[in-house]
Every structure is written in structure tokens, then in C-alpha cells.
């Protein structure tokens, strides 16, 4: 087996690998190779020395993609948030180390480059890479179903990190909630949709940057105040996997003053009201787990937690053995 950084000839065999490395539900299938190449290694943030490539007898067999997390204005990356943001090897070359030696060539490549920690899954907002073919509406974790937890909480010395929990509302299925304040809000409220993201950074653009987006804005009809506001991506590729329209919900945000009167729950409904115009089966939302009001407000307008995206982190000080 031989460890070697990305060349120019990898995305076929690398597409073809994702193909057969079984995934899991969470994971976009049959959509064509240069779009697995627009979510990997076209991003902006992206360094051939940070993806390794396992080959045996000349056969590619494994990859890890390690890269690094935003900063705090996410206008470039923090080198010392080292993540591993993919990561898999072929099921007929599985239990033989070739893993766990991908993980320590990453840890090494982002030990250089200046991290002083790793989380592997990257976690919710914060992977540049595969956000449109993983995770659903982002690759905010590995999947809890798919990706084997014992893997790097043994030898590999990680430690459980961050929770995602993938909220998703079947649109055909599902009724929406009716109260009193709803209707008091439908009748004082309108709704304002924009797709110009211009005050969206540097981070935004490229994860969510190839991928159809709309903007909505909640407003009292009187004073013009926003009261409420989301985005909605699309997850056009999951298509082909799922068999429905998809559409991903993302930065719901209820200002401060505005909160508790049921803006954010009116909001959700309206949207997913339009969406189902548009014939959109599901809408799905990425929440952290910690997060309790955000998770109250998904449940209270027919969400459902359908699965989890994991991390697990390791502070990198020094080689790893
Ligand atoms: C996780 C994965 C990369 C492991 O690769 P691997 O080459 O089989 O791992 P290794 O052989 O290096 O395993 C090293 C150790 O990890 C542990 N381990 C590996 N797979 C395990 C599993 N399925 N369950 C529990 N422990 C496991 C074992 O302790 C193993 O050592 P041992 O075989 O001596 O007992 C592989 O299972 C995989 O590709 N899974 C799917 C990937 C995925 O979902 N990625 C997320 C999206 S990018």
C-alpha cells in the first residue's frame, strides 16, 4: 500500500470511489464526475498536499481529505483548526490499517501546515469541502449510521465532538399546525424573497456559491420591520438518491426583540407553504444538538430528527504514532 498527495489524474478514480464506498443515506450518488470535482477539489480553499491518496498495486483504494476550519469573520481559513473532511476506503480493503494510516498522514500534513487540533466530520458550518454531495444540506459530520464511531475512538485516540442533528419535514405527508397567533401573523406579516446574497463572506460563498439559493425575509405589513428570516439552498443532486425534491433551510435568525411571539415558527411554515407550491417534498435543517430553542422551533413546525452528523476531535501535539 502507498500514501501519495492528489494529482491531476484523481477525480475519475476518486468519483468512482465514492461510488462504492457506501456511504450511506446522506450521501449523493450518480451524479456526473465534474461535479465531484466542482465540491472537492475546485474549492477555493483547496491544497493538493491536504488530500491523500491509498493505492494498492496501482489501484486507487482510499482517500482522506483534510483541510482547515474557517476564521471568526470566515474570510479565510484558521490553520490551527485542522479538520479531516472526508475520509473512506474501499469496503474489499477494509480492516487491513489502511484507514488509520490516512488518518495519521492527514494529522501530519495539518501538524505542518500549523494545527493544533483535528476534528474529523469538520462539523456544522464549518466544512469546505462537499457541501452538496454529503450530509444533505451540508457536510456538517459523518454520517452516525454509516461511519464506524469505534474507528477513531480506539487506536486512533479521538474524542466524540459535536452533535448535528438533521431535522427534515415531508412536505407531502405532514400538515401544518394551526393556532390563533398563525393566523394573526399570516394577516399582519408579509414575506420578501431575494436571491442577491451580497452580504453573505467569503465562507458562504464558497460552500453554498454553486448552488441555488433564495433568501427570505418576514415582515410586519405596517412598519417594514423584519421580524424573521431564513435561506434556502437547493440539494438538486440528492435527487437521483432520494427520488424527491429536496430543499436545505439554513440561518434562520428572529432579532433579539422580536423573539418568543412565534415570528420564527410563522416564518417556517410559510416557507415550507411556498415550497410545497413549487412541488419540494422535503425540506431538511441542520441544527447543533445544544442548541434547544432552534431544535423547539423545528419540532413545533413538523420537523423530525431523522439522523445525525458526528464529529470527533484530537489536539495534535507532536508526531503521531
Ligand atoms: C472508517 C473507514 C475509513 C476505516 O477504514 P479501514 O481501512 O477499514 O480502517 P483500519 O483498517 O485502518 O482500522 C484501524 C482500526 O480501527 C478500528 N476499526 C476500523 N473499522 C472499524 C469498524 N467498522 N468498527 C469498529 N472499529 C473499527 C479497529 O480498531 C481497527 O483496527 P483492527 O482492524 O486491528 O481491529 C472505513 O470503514 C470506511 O471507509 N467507512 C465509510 C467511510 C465514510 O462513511 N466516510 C464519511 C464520508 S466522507
Redesign the pocket.
Known sequence: MKLRVYHNLDPPRLHQLWHS????PN?AEGFPRDLFELFSVSQPCFDRKGLIVAEVSGRVV?FV?AGFAPNREESGLDYTRGQI???????E???????????REAEQYLHREGASTVTA?AGLNQNGF?CGI?GGLEASG??SE??????LT???GYQPGERTLVFRRDLKRSRDPVSARLLRHRRSLSMVITDRNLSESWWWFSRFGHLDSLRFDLKQRDSEQVVASAQIIGMDLFIPKWGVRSVGLRGVNVPEEARKQGYGQSLLLEICRRLRNESVQLVEAHVADQNTPATQLFRSSGFECRCELLTWTRTLDGPTG
Open positions: 464506498c457506501r456511504l450511506g450521501a482510499g481529505h473532511c472526508a475520509l473512506m476506503v474501499h469496503p480493503f477494509r480492516r487491513q490499517g489502511i484507514g488509520k494510516a490516512l488518518v466530520g462537499y454529503y459523518f454520517c454509516e461511519f464506524p464511531a469505534g474507528f480506539g487506536k486512533l
